[in-house]
């Protein structure tokens, strides 16, 4: 029986890429191409044509991964959420003491925030309002995100020994407002340092009610 040889000098033979890389690589394409557009246009302008126009895929291809505009918005805050998620964990792993981390995630926070992936989840926040379907099902989209993040400062507040629940929700109401607004504010102003200073005064007040509430020990 002989054995079939490769000619010398032939190139092998290409490996086929397996169906679920090649749709997760698609859909992570158009995602980042609704970013992208959400980042430098806005949600209004964030078209399916204009996302189509910068990821260079076709129409046909949008609609089987995202058959309409909401669904591909609801991916990218998700995507957005992920990320964000990966990125607090592996920053605040290398705060040690637990005190500096609990003030350290706002600035974390706020870093992420001015990113395109930031401005973009804000971009699909204010959206909700003027985009019907968008604001019903993003509830849901919404809820979990924020769920997360109140549990996780819950879990970094019981570390330094704070017990008041309803007090660390004001709190983060108070911060993630403040920072969101700023966030808008930078979008307009002519001078960002005076928003980065307004950021460090919110940092510092974030800084000043932890020690009212949780003194620290003498």
């Known amino acids: 029986m ?28 158009l995602i980042e191409g609704a970013i992208s557009a959400l980042h430098d246009r806005g ?9 189509l126009r910068r990821t260079k895929l076709s129409t046909g291809t949008m609609l089987h991964h995202f058959p309409t505009k909401v669904d591909l918005m609801l991916a990218a805050a998700m995507h957005i959420f992920d990320l964000q998620t990966a990125r607090y964990t592996a920053e605040l792993a290398l705060i040690e003491d637990p005190r500096d981390r609990f003030i350290g995630i706002t600035e974390i926070a706020w870093r992420a925030l001015r990113e395109p992936t930031g401005m973009a989840l804000l971009e699909i926040l204010m959206a909700t309002r003027s985009d019907p379907e968008l604001g019903r099902r993003f509830l849901d989209v919404g809820s979990k995100i924020e769920q997360f993040h109140e549990d996780s400062m819950w ?16 709190m983060i109401d108070v911060v993630l407002g403040a920072m969101r607004g700023l966030s808008i504010q930078l979008l307009f102003s002519k001078t960002p340092e005076r928003v980065e200073s307004a950021m460090k005064m919110l940092i510092d007040w974030k800084s000043e009610w932890l020690s009212r509430v949780l003194p620290t020990e003498s």
């Open 43 to 51: 949600y209004a302008a964030a078209s399916t044509t204009e996302i």
């Open 2 to 29: 002989s054995i079939r040889q490769t000619p010398r000098g032939s190139a092998p033979a290409k490996q086929r890429i397996p169906q679920s890389v090649r749709t997760a690589t698609t859909r992570l394409r």
């Open 155 to 170: 879990d970094m507040a019981q570390e330094i020994g704070l017990t008041d629940r309803q007090a660390l929700k004001q």
